[in-house]
């Protein structure tokens, strides 16, 4: 990855951590770690895409960690590049249900390299089982995440076939050429960090990326779409291994991570 896009990736994180930092102190909320997520973590993207970010909190007021409030909202963060990104806030508990549900966009987090975890030994702890048992995590619902990564190729599909001609159709390119890619691989048992990773770009995209202005790949990205299609109809994944050993690791940190919250905040 180019280094300027490096340095805007961190430089962005950092903003949205202040923005997020901020927002939880007026809603008595707690930080426990924010994720870079989007095009940086697939080796798509440009000096000019946003930066966009998920961050996970807890509550601190004893009702809402004994009810389980729920908190999901994005704030809007304005970056000094004169650019703008998306800072997602999740609270914990939708956190680890969305993982459990297998969602490509929350599962993606537990690879980016670009991430800040709070300096506290409940939120580092947490992070760390979570990142430490990732690729675990990501066969949790084979069947869920093949299903959805399915989907964010039919999307990504249309929205590049009804985009005009130019950087806008080629980087929709590009991302339905990830997503059947990142289909494929994952339904080949490959490791879903992989699937996803800017190390398996392949010519096709690199060719996309150096010089595209119309609909020529179209036809070679969907034959991708169709071949993804195939693998997944014809083997369509099912299995659910270590769902028990994962959902007694998930409460065991939740429990923990709730429980020094109440010890502090009592």
């Known amino acids: ?7 805007k990736a961190w430089a962005g994180l950092q903003e949205h951590v202040k923005a997020v930092d901020e927002w939880c102190v007026k809603n008595d909320y707690f930080r426990v770690a924010t994720f870079l997520i989007g095009s940086q973590n697939y080796g798509v993207s440009t000096l000019e895409s946003d930066v966009d970010t998920k961050s996970i909190v807890v509550p601190k007021d004893f009702r809402s960690l004994l009810y389980n409030s ?3 909202l994005n704030l809007i963060v304005s970056s000094t590049s004169n650019r703008t ?4 806030i999740q609270d914990w508990i939708t956190f680890i249900e969305r993982l459990k549900k297998g969602n490509p966009q929350f599962i ?12 506290d030994g409940k939120c580092v702890n947490a992070i760390r089982w979570l990142i430490e048992n990732r690729d675990k995590i990501a066969r949790y619902d084979e069947a869920r995440t093949a299903n959805a990564l399915r ?4 999307n990504a599909l249309n929205k590049y076939s009804l985009s005009p001609p130019g950087p806008v159709r080629a980087k929709k390119a590009m991302h339905v050429v990830r ?10 048992g490959l490791d879903f960090g992989k699937c996803i990773d800017e190390s398996h770009i ?10 595209y202005s119309g609909l020529e790949f179209k036809k070679t990205i969907e034959d991708e779409c169709i071949y993804a299609y195939k693998l997944y109809y014809k083997n369509p994944p099912s299995s659910k291994e270590n769902q028990e050993e994962l959902d007694s690791g998930f409460d065991c940190i939740t ?5 020094a919250q109440v010890l502090e905040n009592s």
């Open 202 to 211: 392949t010519p096709l995209l690199l060719r996309i990326r150096a010089d």
């Open 85 to 88: 990104g998306e800072a997602n």
């Open 70 to 72: 729920r908190c999901s």
């Open 108 to 119: 993606e987090t537990l690879y980016t390299d670009f991430y800040n975890i709070v300096n």
């Open 151 to 154: 989907e964010m190729m039919n």
């Open 179 to 188: 997503l059947s890619y990142a289909l494929s691989w994952y339904l080949d």
């Open 255 to 259: 429990e923990k991570l709730y429980k």
């Open 1 to 7: 990855m180019d280094k300027a896009i490096i340095e």
